[in-house]
């Protein structure tokens, strides 16, 4: 099923409807399926007969829903909730009605996506910019994938990626502040969101590969350990460990610059 959904739309994939996997969005958005069996990693759909198996595809659970991606993806079916008071944090389907003392946030659009890329490409050198500018102009609706696709050639992806989430935090907290909610609960919403970010991610780190494999692979641990800090609040950067030797070295060169 993979391979065919790649053949006719090669530019989708899950996370586009804030889905992490294909069996995920499959179980969110596909009545009447469920899972037969496996061949190898492979998983084997059936139409369903009209009962449910005990392996049936079932939508992800609110509790269990990763509320960064269902805030930064457009066809997400997920939006978020709060209180004004930053002690609740949950995901509803989108268009909910939520409590009388809660905010229902939906996620940005698609054009909000693409007016990102556009002030993005201000930051980089023309070279990369005409190629962005040439992705964004071609692409239609599926301009992310090749977006992508171009900024990961580069060395420039983790600078988007930063850019991104900066603008998508700043934006989550205009639509809090214009609710009237106070800084101290956009502070703990903010914190709610990456914390259950990380847990998800964890969770799936922790069921596709082996601890050991991580630990024993120092690109990939320092790149962990890089986008998890990028998610920590100040009060958790202030509680961060490091050898101090390190932070003199990383003053001196900061200096030196």
């Keep these: 099923l993979a391979a065919l959904l790649k053949a006719q739309a090669p530019d989708w994939s899950p996370a586009e409807s804030g889905a992490r996997s294909l069996r995920e969005f499959i179980g969110a958005n596909v009545a009447g399926v469920v899972v037969a069996g496996r061949s190898g ?11 449910q198996t005990a392996d049936a595809l079932t ?9 960064w991606r269902a805030w930064v993806s457009p066809n997400s079916p997920h939006a978020i909730a709060a209180d004004r008071t930053g002690s609740v944090v949950r995901a509803v389907p989108r268009g909910s009605t939520v409590e009388a003392d809660e905010l229902l946030l939906e996620p940005p659009g698609a054009q909000f996506h693409r007016e990102l890329a556009q002030a993005f490409l201000l930051s980089v050198p023309d070279e990369i910019q005409a190629k962005l500018q040439l992705v964004l102009s071609s692409t239609g609706d599926h301009w992310w994938e090749a977006w992508s696709r171009e900024l990961r050639s580069s060395e420039y992806l983790g600078a988007w990626n930063a850019f991104r989430r900066q603008k998508l935090e700043e934006r989550l ?57 990028q998610h920590m609040s100040i009060a958790d950067l202030r509680e961060l460990r490091i050898p101090i030797g390190i932070v003199l070295d990383a003053l001196s060169t900061s200096k030196s610059r």
């Design 59 to 67: 939508p992800t659970a609110p509790s269990d829903v990763d509320l």
């Design 173 to 229: 907290s205009s639509l809090l502040r214009a609710a009237s909610v106070g800084e101290s609960a956009i502070d703990a919403i903010l914190k709610a969101i990456r914390e259950r970010h990380l847990q998800a991610q964890t969770k799936t780190r922790r069921s596709s590969t082996p601890v050991h494999h991580v630990l024993d692979d120092e690109a990939v641990l320092r790149r962990l350990v890089a986008e998890s800090v």
């Design 41 to 51: 990693m492979d998983v084997i759909y059936s139409l369903s007969s009209g009962g």
